[in-house]
Structure formats: C-alpha cells, structure tokens
C-alpha cells in the first residue's frame, strides 16, 4: 500500500489545478459524488488535503497534519482561486524530497510511514481530480502514473476490514474497464455517476 518514492506528483497537481481554474462561480454549489460536498466543499477539502500532505512529507506536524477530515465539511474562502494552485505546487514539490517517503509523518490525525503518506495523497488527488471533473462536467486524463500508483493503493485496501469510512463500499467495475474506471469502483464511487 506504499507509492513509488520516485513518483512526481507534478504532473496530476497540475490536472487538478486545470480542472479548479475552470469552475465557474454558478458551479459552486453543484453536487458532486461525494453527498456532503458541494463543488465548494471539494474546492476546500482540495486546500487543506493538499496543505495537509504537504506538512506531512517535510514532518512538520502541527494543526494541518492533525485535523481529521471528518470533522468539518471544508470550504473555501475568497482566495480560493489563488491559494489552491499555490499549495497544490508546494505538495508535488515537497513530495521530491527522497525524505519525505521515508521515517514516519502523520495526516488527517493519523500516524503512518512516510511512503504510505505519499500513496494515500496520491490517491487523494486522483480520486478528487475526478470528482471536481464529474460534478462540473469537464473532461479528465489524469496523469498515468499517479493512476496507477492509485489503482494499485485502492486494490491493496480493497478487502481490508479497516476501510473504515475514507472509502465506500468497493462498486464493482468489470476488470475490462478502463483503469480509472476500476480504480473510482474501489474508491466506493460509481464511474457512471453523473450530475444531478
């Protein structure tokens, strides 16, 4: 359940720094896949997911690393727009650091090695790269090895006891699906979901 430390986030940062320019204001409070989180709401959990793994891979941990992300629906402040490309840069930059894979770091609360850190941001950016793509109706091609990094993560956890509540229960998706059609399947989404 552990990512390649040689992976470079750059490239799906960017994806999902493409996708967050183009929502428009009027989109703000579409749907999205996940129930509680409007388009804003993803906007913000993008913000302080990104901040979060950040602050994890240079083990500086304080509020950022700390705070669940089940304890508030996140949202955005006037700065959005700004602010998330901004931290998004910081993340893929932070995660180059051969350091940040190794020893142990925490987010979300949570104690883990660094390597598996790493996979679980992965995953958070592809997943919710597709998420914010599906609610607002934009075309979506992320990155192929952070796809796979993701894919690989979510099979690992597929039949673990310990899911808990960061993913749903596993929609079955044929094996001749596209990868990130399985890849959303084991995340707990339905890849057909569409806009309200």
């Known amino acids: 359940m ?4 040689t992976l470079d986030l750059g490239p799906q940062t960017r994806t999902v720094a493409r996708i967050a320019a ?13 129930p509680d989180y409007a388009v804003r709401n993803m906007l913000g959990h993008l913000i302080h997911l990104a901040a979060a793994f950040r ?21 955005i402040g006037p700065g959005w ?12 930059e932070a995660w180059r650091a051969p350091a940040a894979w190794t ?8 104690d883990l090695p660094g390597a598996v850190a790493g996979a679980v941001a992965v995953d958070e950016l592809v997943i919710h790269g597709w998420d914010l793509a599906h609610a607002t109706a934009q075309p979506y091609a992320p990155d192929p090895a952070a796809l796979q990094a993701c ?4 099979l690992a956890a597929a039949d673990d006891a310990d899911r808990g509540d960061i993913f749903g229960p596993v929609v079955a998706v044929s ?8 890849a959303v399947g084991l995340s707990g989404r339905d890849p057909g979901w569409r806009r309200p």
């Open 175 to 182: 094996d001749a699906a596209p990868l990130l059609d399985r």
């Open 22 to 34: 183009a929502v428009t204001d009027e989109q703000l409070a579409d749907a999205t896949p996940c």
């Open 2 to 5: 552990t990512a390649d430390p």
């Open 151 to 154: 894919h690989d993560f979510l």
């Open 81 to 92: 727009r700004e602010e998330l490309p901004k931290v998004l840069d910081e993340l893929a």
């Open 103 to 110: 020893g142990m770091t925490r987010a979300g609360g949570v």
């Open 55 to 75: 602050d994890a891979a240079h083990k500086d941990l304080g509020a950022t690393t700390d705070t669940s992300p089940t304890d508030a629906v996140p949202d």
